[in-house]
């Protein structure tokens, strides 16, 4: 089956070394400069305050250094009371600055996977979306690679967001490790090669709790996909209470909410390696889960909640199942979409995500519905205190890289965010998560320079933030006119044009085109034929 979940092999370095490959040295982002000041912006500083403007802001050597409030709106800016000129400024009168986003669930592919784009093309539609730092949570060239990696995007050598490594343990099907003390040396293996935190999938019992506790013991942050091949024993009340910090997407959360019964009651015909029964019934778990307000409900939100849990829900990788033509047809997929990637997502009985093998009106009717009550207890959690970031796990049905993060934050409005919820999710509360919210996540004196200038409010519509933009009628013209992307994304320090990237995709993907002999245009409905 082509899919990414990692693995140990000899042959790691020759991974490697295919990977280093498609890694061109910086190319597009500038600086960090001595001093690069930002004016006249309206700040929506992600830590959940109000916009407030005009300000102007001074970054230093990657550094913010000088917050300065310089006037009042609909009044001219007061020209004494503003910063000293910088080395590079960014007029950006009018416009809005936020924190960088912060994406909790992210892949670095490469060529050598089925979805055949490179780690650039990939890194750029990340940053295009505003995503300066991620989460990788596994991939194939392993810990050792994706920290090199990531100690080049510090150094700001290559165009990436800033990465943490969170390689992938596993205990069921790979023979990674069949005993408690190969999962504990499997454990300081990651750490020695650079990790700074574990996604587990699933083990049997005695080999999953010893990975947790070594884990824990070498102070590695941990997540995980909570594999229904091991969910019996391994709920997110049994992995919380075992010190796993966080969970992605929602398996092991409806199975804790389980009162009457405590398996999935699957169907007697169900196979997991059939992909369409794997997830046409995992769209059926929360109809079968104590009900939202339930004694049981309380129960199990007041102890995660107890607990510290953190949840990355990425509602977006999932939503083709609800309206499978919808993703089919998005607008982005002409221009942004790799062929390669295209094809990918086609029926496929052998590629992981692409599960359409007769996908109809029921099925994405008990998605609806599953939809219903997960954004319930998730905008409930949020609500009583608990930490909700966001996660996009692009690449899979239908979701291209940096666009499926910006669909998870209209999901997340959509579950019952305010927009402002929703920029703190994506910012400051990611931040939390993973540590880090003393270095970024938020507009503020001291942290790290990652910030984004937009023309548009993304208060007022997150569609502004896609690299496509958002389609209004121009009032002056009575036409329909495209508004929005991110004009500057700052990395670091390093500033990046929004519309330099945003070519610079578009480029790529019509460069493929041109190589397999594919016609600029509308995506086939499904597939394309590509020569070998």
Request: hydrophobic letters at 40%; proline letters at 5%.
């Amino acid at each position: 089956m082509r899919i990414f979940l990692g693995f140990l092999c000899g042959a790691c370095a020759l991974v490697s070394a295919a990977f280093a490959q498609d890694l061109p040295a910086r190319e597009l982002g500038e600086g960090p400069y001595e001093r690069l000041v930002i004016r006249g912006a309206t700040v929506i500083d992600g830590a959940g305050a109000p916009p407030v403007g005009p300000i102007d802001i001074v970054v230093e050597n990657g550094t913010i250094t000088e917050i300065r409030p310089v006037g009042m709106p609909g009044l001219p800016i007061n020209a004494e009371g503003r910063p000293a000129p910088g080395t590079r400024e960014i007029d950006a009168s009018g416009m809005y600055v936020l924190p960088g986003f912060v994406s909790l669930h992210a892949h670095i592919h490469d060529q050598q996977t089925g979805q055949g784009v490179t780690s650039d093309y990939i890194f750029k539609l990340w940053l295009a979306h505003g995503i300066t730092t991620i989460r990788d949570l596994g991939n194939r060239g392993g810990a050792a690679w994706t920290s090199e990696l990531a100690r080049r995007s510090a150094r700001n050598e290559i165009d990436a967001p800033n990465i943490l490594p969170y390689p992938v343990f596993r205990g069921w099907s790979a023979g990674e490790v069949d005993t408690p003390a190969e999962a504990r040396a499997r454990i300081r293996q990651l750490k020695r090669d650079g990790a700074v935190g574990v996604k587990f999938f699933g083990a049997p019992e005695e080999i999953l709790w010893a990975g947790l506790e070594e884990a824990k013991k070498q102070g590695l942050k941990t997540t995980m996909h909570h594999a229904q091949l091991d969910v019996a024993h391994a709920d997110v009340l049994d992995t919380s209470a075992r010190g796993l910090n966080s969970m992605e997407h929602w398996y092991g959360l409806p199975e804790a909410l389980f009162e009457d019964k405590t398996l999935q009651h699957y169907p007697l015909d169900y196979n997991y390696n059939d992909e369409q029964h794997r997830f046409e019934n995992a769209g059926k778990l929360w109809a079968q889960a104590a009900k939202p307000g339930s004694e049981h409900w309380e129960y199990v939100m007041s102890t995660l909640l107890e607990r510290d849990f953190s949840i990355s829900p990425t509602f977006s990788i999932y939503m083709s199942s609800r309206d499978w033509m919808r993703s089919r047809r998005a607008e982005w997929h002409d221009e942004y979409t790799m062929p390669s990637l295209w094809n990918f997502f086609k029926p496929d009985r052998n590629a992981h995500g692409s599960y359409w093998f007769d996908w109809g009106t029921e099925q994405e009717v008990a998605w609806r519905e599953n939809y219903s009550l997960w954004m319930t207890f998730i905008n409930e959690y949020k609500n009583r205190g608990g930490k909700v970031g966001v996660g996009e796990d692009a690449g899979y049905i239908y979701s291209t890289y940096g666009f499926g993060y910006v669909q998870e934050m209209e999901m997340l409005r959509e579950a019952g965010f305010h927009p402002l919820e929703v920029i703190n999710a994506a910012t400051l509360q990611g931040a939390k998560i993973i540590g880090l919210d003393n270095v970024t996540g938020s507009v503020q004196v001291g942290k790290r320079a990652d910030l984004l200038v937009v023309s548009e409010n993304p208060l007022a519509n997150l569609k502004t933030l896609y690299a496509t933009g958002h389609i209004k009628l121009d009032p002056e013209t009575n036409k329909p006119t495209r508004v929005g992307g991110i004009d500057y994304v700052v990395k670091n320090g390093v500033v990046y044009e929004g519309e330099k990237l945003r070519a610079d995709i578009k480029s790529m993907v019509t460069a493929e085109k041109e190589k397999s002999g594919i016609a600029p245009g509308p995506m086939p409905i499904v597939g394309f034929e590509l020569s070998e």
